[in-house]
């Protein structure tokens, strides 16, 4: 019996290590496609269309995608191949992905058809060439979707099979067809409106590549899966079961991202890219930490549910996720202007727009942590066949955000940055609250920090989120493992790190941003490490151990 427990540690932690290194390589590629699109496209009307386009693709890929998946199939899947029920796992595998097959193909063909009257309704501030552009990036990206969404399945395929690396790392093939195009953009001098064009075709090409991947990954598997559109098969019926409450979950969310579209399409021009420069760094730590160790937890969680097993695991994914993601807040909110001035500031990005992606993203970064660790709760409840309650919590911290959101932008709007000064509109040109004048938001103009109000809205609501998943999971697990208390011990680590983090930038002030990120980052890292440390932080003294490892090995004899 300890056998079999360390030798499920063993995989969970090498599990994680893949999913880590595989998102890793998928997000730097990510920043690498995102740097070249904001120096095409900047924060402009071609960068805002470009966005805008990405959230139907975003919408199907998030419903019927990962995130549902891997709530609702893996844990049936995975049980049925612990159970030595091949053939079985085989049809119901087949059927899941036939019916996602037909039930995407009919909305990709409403999303083509309808792309206009969506581009309306989703982009009220668009008006003419820039709504025009955007109905055109829409068809294009949206003709693509089923690829992603299939890429998912196979995705959830191979994570049953504990094959973890090539699902995580197929991303980088999607993003390596847009860089290859955005490249060709910049050598030609490519204006930014067909620049955004050829980045759509990008997308596209890239989503075939991504699937045929890992298809090829799911052939090796040598699995009995049989195709069809059986939905009455009694494990497909459990896997739609737990699929409905979970996509109506990723709906809310989905929607969130779909209403604060809306309302940054109500501020000045370069609000809705301002949000998706921000949303690339902020989501890596999420990717990276969080659903790494989640992801790689939830087969095995779906395997074993014993319920003191299900506590460690919770215990142990809380503190590992609040140490990466307390220390990922610190480096974000006290250097993020220099991270962001390194990977986009050139072309027609400048230090004005850094500012205004920075204050974004440290105001997603104060939810960083309570993020982590709601995603290491969900995973519990997914686990145990409990997908209500996650999207009941879902629903909670979309409300919440964008009602702060609403509340926040428009005063924020009025505030804006010129020569790296903060600046506000004249006090002639603005009303009380509310929008801006169109004149005012579509003329090209200094970034503003109306996208700010929206970020501090969706921090807020993470930790309000948190603590509501943490008090239901009180009724599957006694003693319920506390998130706060690993928050509070890493407290000393994470202002002792703030406070070195700044003085480091007063004494680098004259340098460049490469320069400050070489030696802040590090530096900052090093005292939050020894200082949680210090504090008694187990996960601290693991990493230290590792290092001293790692650096002796590479002493010579």
């Known amino acids: 019996m300890e056998s079999s427990k360390e030798s499920s540690a063993i995989s969970e932690n090498s599990g994680a290590k893949k999913i880590g290194l595989g998102i890793l390589l998928s997000r730097l590629s990510g920043l690498l496609r995102e740097s070249l699109l904001r120096s095409v496209l900047g924060l402009g009307p071609a960068a805002d269309a470009f966005t805008a386009a990405l959230r139907i693709p975003n919408l199907l890929q998030n419903l019927l995608g990962e995130g549902s998946l891997s709530s609702s199939f893996i844990p049936v899947y995975s049980k049925l191949l612990s159970e030595g029920k091949e053939k079985e796992a085989g049809k119901a595998a087949g059927a899941v992905a036939s019916l996602l097959i037909a039930f995407t193909g009919g909305l990709t063909l409403i999303g083509i058809i309808l792309a206009r009257p969506i581009a309306r309704i989703l982009t009220p501030g668009f008006t003419s060439e820039k709504l025009d552009l955007t109905v055109d990036l829409i068809k294009i990206t949206t003709a693509g979707i089923g690829f992603l969404v299939l890429a998912a399945w196979c995705l959830g395929v191979l994570n049953s099979h504990r094959k973890f690396f090539l699902s995580y790392v197929a991303p980088v093939l999607w993003n390596a067809a847009q860089i290859v195009i955005l490249l060709i953009a910049i050598s030609k001098d490519w204006d930014p409106m067909k620049a955004a064009r050829a980045a759509a075709w990008g997308l596209f090409i890239g989503g075939i590549i991504q699937l045929l991947f890992q ?53 000045v021009t370069g609000a809705v890219s301002a949000l998706m420069s921000a949303q690339v760094l902020y989501i890596l730590p999420i990717s990276l930490f969080a659903m790494s160790i989640a992801a790689a937890e939830l087969p095995e969680m779906s395997r074993n549910t014993n319920i003191q097993d299900l506590a460690h695991r919770l215990n142990k994914g809380i503190k590992q996720t609040s140490f990466f993601m307390f220390l990922t807040s610190v480096i974000y909110i006290t250097i993020g ?30 939810g960083i942590p309570a993020i982590g660790i709601s995603r290491i709760y969900q995973s519990a409840f997914y686990a145990s066949g409990d997908t209500k309650t996650p999207a009941l919590s879902a629903t909670l ?19 804006f940055i010129s020569n790296s000064t903060l600046e506000k509109v004249p006090e002639s040109l603005i009303g009380d609250w509310g929008p801006l004048s169109e004149s005012l938001r579509s003329l090209p103009a200094n970034p503003h920090l109306g996208a700010v109000g929206l970020a501090i809205g969706s921090a807020v609501a993470a930790w309000i989120e948190m603590l509501f998943l943490s008090r239901r999971i009180n009724k599957k697990i006694t003693p319920n493992p506390s998130p706060l208390s690993p928050v509070v011990k890493l407290l000393p680590a994470a202002l002792s790190s703030v406070i ?21 980052v590090p530096v900052s890292a090093f005292i939050y490490i020894v200082i949680s440390n210090k504090s008694g932080v187990k996960e601290s003294s693991l990493l230290l151990e590792g290092l001293k490892r790692n650096l002796q090995k590479l002493k010579f004899p």
Request: include cysteine.
């Open 500 to 520: 070195i983090s700044i003085i480091a930038r007063w004494l680098l002030s004259n340098t460049n941003e490469l320069i400050n990120c070489l030696v802040c």
């Open 397 to 415: 911290r979309v409300v919440i955000s964008l009602i702060l959101g609403l509340l926040l932008m428009f005063p924020l709007d009025r505030f």
């Open 215 to 267: 298809l090829f990954g799911v052939g090796k598997l040598q699995t009995k899966i049989q195709f069809s559109l059986s939905w009455r098969n009694e494990h497909v019926r459990e896997i739609i079961k737990r699929f409905n409450p979970t996509i109506l979950g990723r709906g809310v969310v989905q929607l969130s991202g779909y209403f604060d579209l809306i309302l940054a399409s109500l501020l």
């Open 337 to 366: 202007d220099q991270i962001i001035g390194v990977i986009f500031q050139w072309g027609s990005f400048d230090r004005d727009d850094s500012i205004v992606v920075a204050a974004t993203l440290a105001a997603y970064s104060l």
